[in-house]
């Protein structure tokens, strides 16, 4: 898959080609990040970037022809791809959304900064806006990242054999099963008898329990948009017993 980021700070994206699953990424040709500078279309003796907002206030505001000639580049070189804004505004994201991101051909992430970018470009050149969550950051470049991250991590290929036992967090809508490892005891504190088992389906339905019982009790509002089988339905009821015993 096809990353285009548009950012003044591109240097900040050197982290990701550091070590991990995403640096692995894009260095086998999983995905692939391409960096683009409005300062390199910005026109004119002082090649500005931002001005001051219209109407008076604190702070610079992007201006729009840099951000739309980098983001009329990026579209050129990569075919297929939409352009999704990153800001507080835009659209909260969650794993679903990662899901279906990672089927696109290709994502143009606009990372911005300052007081915002010219609101004309989201009508002329934006086709989503999105949120990693309610909160203010000091620009666009995290949450690019962290999408990016979300994303190539269920690219195929991306796992290896690190693809988690009992699937991961807010993987099919649950919350993360308990991992333990060596020793078996630790102040007292011992692994859970079943995963010393062997028993490989009694492992995985206690795993699945867990985080079935976890959800139940940190994110009930997970659970509500989950539909359980029977044999799910049993193992929390067993799961809420076991805690009211
Ligand atoms: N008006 C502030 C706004 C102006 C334009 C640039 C953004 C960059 N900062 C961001 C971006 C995204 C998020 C998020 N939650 O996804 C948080 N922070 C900040």
Not at 75 to 86: C, E, F, I
Not at 120 to 140: F, K, N, P
Not at 169 to 195: A, K, T, Y
Not at 231 to 240: G, H, P, T
Request: proline share 6%; hydrophobic share 45%; charged share 20%.
């Amino acid at each position: 898959m096809r990353f285009d980021v548009i950012t003044l700070f591109p240097e900040q994206f050197r982290i990701l080609s550091g070590e991990g699953v995403v640096a692995r990424a894009l260095g086998s040709g999983i995905a692939e990040l391409h960096l683009w500078n409005p300062r390199d279309f910005a026109l004119g003796a002082h090649r500005r970037v931002d001005d001051r907002p219209y109407g008076g206030g604190p702070g610079m505001v992007m201006l729009f022809e840099p951000l739309a000639a980098a983001i009329a580049a990026a579209r050129a070189a990569s075919p297929g791809a939409q352009v999704a804004y990153l800001s507080p505004q835009g659209r909260t994201l969650d794993q679903q959304a990662m899901i279906d991101f990672a089927s696109a051909p290709g994502w143009i992430l606009l990372a911005g900064r300052y007081e915002g970018i010219d609101e004309r470009l989201l009508a002329s050149c934006i086709d989503q806006e999105w949120s990693i969550g309610d909160y203010v950051l000091s620009g666009g470049e995290l949450p690019a990242m962290v999408v990016m991250d979300a994303v190539i991590r269920l690219l195929p290929g991306a796992l290896g054999h690190e693809r988690s036992a009992c699937e991961d967090s807010h993987m099919n809508g649950l919350l993360d099963c308990p991992h333990f490892s060596r020793p078996e005891q630790i102040d007292g504190l011992r692994v859970p008898e079943v995963l010393l088992s062997g028993d490989h389906g009694a492992i995985a339905r206690w795993r699945r329990q867990q985080a079935l019982g976890r959800t139940w009790l940190r994110r009930p509002d997970l659970l509500a948009k989950m539909t359980l089988d029977n044999d799910e339905q049993q193992l929390l009821q067993d799961f809420i017993q076991a805690r009211q015993a």
